[in-house]
């Protein structure tokens, strides 16, 4: 590593990370399939407005569209999407048009594609698509005059339907909502997870399975596991009369086997481990079926393992995927060798498609050669890594809070060029991720780098509530929601002080969504920190619940209590209503097209901060929705957020435009 060349404060070095660089060399990419003697996934572009490509890689090896633009491949079932595309063996691709939301199908060599559902103005959705026979099985959404009504459905592959709704085949309904359609092996039986409000996948959902009668329709379903306690996810099928799921009976979510005419659940490997995660898109899978012994599994306590469990025996093998060599921020010092967030795509001839990192590779689409764990790189969601003295090298934390331990992972400050003055400590951020029931691992994130490389470190916390840990330390967020979350929070920032690692001054929050809510109720009901920034954050629940989507209208029932018994508490923990308890600066940021979390949530606070005379700033996005997709948005939001944090940290970011801060 090149000597240091010069000192200077915390959070005015200069960096080459720059917010272009986050927005136009970033494009997450999600799990792909083969399809036919080609591999194809999909890809957010930033640079073409947020759309999301289907893609390929060309004969010279660089990806090329399969999908071209404007052509968007993004469901809006329960907003979130999830399985959005899917292939048949003559390379024609079936997708979900985002503008419309009809499904379409694009021929090899076709100009356009070919619509197979009626043109409803998005009040028709579908996700989870997958081909059987000549139908598009999939999850249907339809909303109806304020009502929404689900189910599973078979769309015929010929475009009959395109003019003709009545075409459109309802496989199986009776439930509010539906997930994981699975044809058994021989086609006369359709295995599918469902569960009502106010239960989220994660509270509460049953494995159901029903005998298809000749007209394609399912007859009486039958519960194989799961109840309005019990959290099933992704039922496979290990042959035409037994079924894999993931289940959290044990309090940890593991593998069961189970028969098609019910009985007591097989554990499959018994551990104190999560082998699944939140369902907050549609086809989200932890384990891959590798053939009738084995199957490729992803297991979580922190950081996430890769693993070929035997289900005959019970044992379990851990792989140790091999990233290709050279990285610029390989051999960064960091003393953490797990992988980061882990997507299993499919399994094919000894091959699976994941998508992964770690502390040191960056994230991407990666083909697994299960035998020797040798990964080999099909598409990193950046283009550009920065040399390793840029990046920070991750550090798993612990901290005690009150009568329980917080998890995070912690990111110093580094930049190869610099130095602070001597005595100096870092301000830091702890980002608080959505969910709330997500969770963070160790990751090469240019975004975290885009904070260490100019001296701020960050602290990105697993409060109580976040999954990867077992059902118990998820369920401590079960009508605490805007206390543990903060509690721990607060632990976690106040921990980096104790220890001499932070300025204890110079704290700031971070978060989106439900990160941001955590941020608004902790700057409101604690003096920890000195400012903070929300994206697209709750600040209010009484509206936030009349006002927000199907899929989490009742997701309070559970974070809070049900309405309007909890009415009080509804009052009394909303950041909006305590802004009298708020005594520091704070930046919103907001997409104006969101669904999930309105603009209204963002105005009140707003409107809030100026009757308290309290300087912000308040900055949106026409065109954005919940999560920031635009390359012009992902650079003002940033730039703005580093430089709100100079100001109020009274250090001036090199190369940052400053914004201006409201002041009474």
Not at 3 to 20: D, F, K, M, N, Q
Not at 89 to 101: C, K
Not at 148 to 176: E, N, Q, T
Not at 426 to 454: C, D, K, Q
């Amino acid at each position: 590593m090149p000597l240091v060349t010069r000192t200077a404060p915390y959070g005015e070095w200069v960096s080459p990370i720059s917010a272009e660089m986050l927005a136009a060399s970033g494009h997450p990419v999600e799990c792909g399939a083969w399809v036919g003697p080609e591999l194809w996934w999909s890809e957010l572009r930033p640079t073409e407005g947020g759309r999301y490509a289907v893609r390929r890689a060309g004969q010279g090896g660089d990806p090329e569209d399969v999908l071209p633009a404007p052509w968007n491949a993004r469901s809006r079932v329960h907003e979130y999407g999830g399985g959005a595309w899917t292939a048949t063996d003559g390379q024609q691709l079936v997708f979900v048009h985002f503008a419309d939301q009809r499904l379409y199908r694009l021929d090899p060599g076709a100009a356009e594609p070919t619509p197979l559902t009626p043109d409803t103005g998005t009040d028709a959705r579908y996700g989870e698509l997958q081909i059987a026979g000549t139908d598009v099985l999939c999850v249907r959404e339809r909303h109806d005059a304020g009502t929404v009504h689900r189910d599973i459905a078979a769309v015929p592959l010929d475009g009959s339907a395109a003019d003709d709704a009545g075409v459109v085949r309802s496989v199986v309904s009776g439930s509010h909502f539906l997930a994981y359609p699975r044809l058994s092996p021989d086609g006369s039986k359709l295995a599918w997870i469902a569960w009502e409000h106010p239960q989220m996948p994660w509270d509460g959902t049953e494995l159901r399975v029903a005998d298809l009668g000749p007209d394609g329709v399912c007859g009486e379903p039958r519960v194989l596991l799961g109840s309005a306690t019990e959290s099933v996810l992704q039922p496979e099928w290990a042959d035409e009369n037994t079924l894999y799921a993931i289940s959290d009976r044990s309090t940890f979510w593991n593998l069961y086997r189970v028969g098609v005419t019910g009985g007591e659940p097989e554990p499959l490997c018994p551990r104190d481990a999560d082998f699944g995660g939140p369902l907050w898109q549609l086809g989200a899978a932890w384990y891959r079926v590798v053939d009738e012994r084995r199957l490729l599994t992803v297991r979580t306590f922190g950081t996430d393992s890769l693993a070929l469990l035997d289900v005959g025996t019970g044992e379990l093998t851990d792989l140790d995927p091999g990233f290709p060599a050279g990285y610029a921020c390989t051999g960064g010092g960091t003393s953490i060798g797990a992988l980061g967030r882990t997507v299993l795509g499919p399994v094919r001839d000894g091959r699976a498609l994941i998508v992964t990192g770690s502390a040191t590779a960056p994230s991407g689409l990666r083909e697994l050669d299960i035998a020797t764990g040798a990964v080999t790189d099909v598409r990193l969601a950046v283009d550009e890594v920065p040399a390793a003295g840029y990046l920070p090298e991750a550090q798993l934390m612990s901290f005690a809070g009150d009568k329980r331990t917080v998890h995070a992972v912690v990111y110093p400050p580094r930049n190869q060029d610099f130095a602070a003055p001597d005595g100096e400590l870092p301000p830091y951020i702890a980002f608080v991720h959505g969910g709330p029931t997500a969770h963070v691992a160790p990751a090469l994130s240019l975004t975290h780098a885009f904070f260490t490389s100019r001296g701020i470190g960050v602290v990105d916390v697993n409060y109580g509530g976040s999954t990867g840990y077992g059902r118990e330390y998820r369920d401590r967020l079960r009508g605490q929601w805007g206390v543990i979350d903060v509690e721990d929070t607060v632990a976690a920032v106040r921990g980096l002080g104790a220890a001499g690692l932070a300025d204890p001054d110079r704290l700031a929050i971070e978060g989106g969504s439900a990160g941001g809510w955590t941020v608004l109720a902790a700057l409101t009901g604690t003096s920890a920190f000195a400012c903070g920034v929300s994206y697209f954050g709750v600040a209010e629940l009484v509206r936030f619940a009349q006002e927000t989507h199907d899929f989490e209208s009742r997701y309070l029932d559970g974070l809070i209590g049900p309405l309007p018994e909890a009415r009080e508490l509804y009052d009394t923990r909303a950041p909006l209503n305590n802004v009298a308890g708020l005594s520091c600066p704070v930046l919103l940021l907001q997409g104006l097209d969101d669904p999930i979390v309105p603009p209204a949530q963002a105005e009140l606070f707003r409107d809030a901060l100026v009757r308290k005379g309290l300087p912000h700033a308040y900055r949106t996005y026409a065109g954005e929705s919940h999560g920031f997709r635009k390359v012009e948005t992902i650079v003002d939001s940033r730039q703005a957020e580093l430089s709100f944090y100079g100001q109020i940290f009274g250090f001036t970011p090199p190369g940052v435009p400053a914004i201006e801060l409201w002041r009474p």
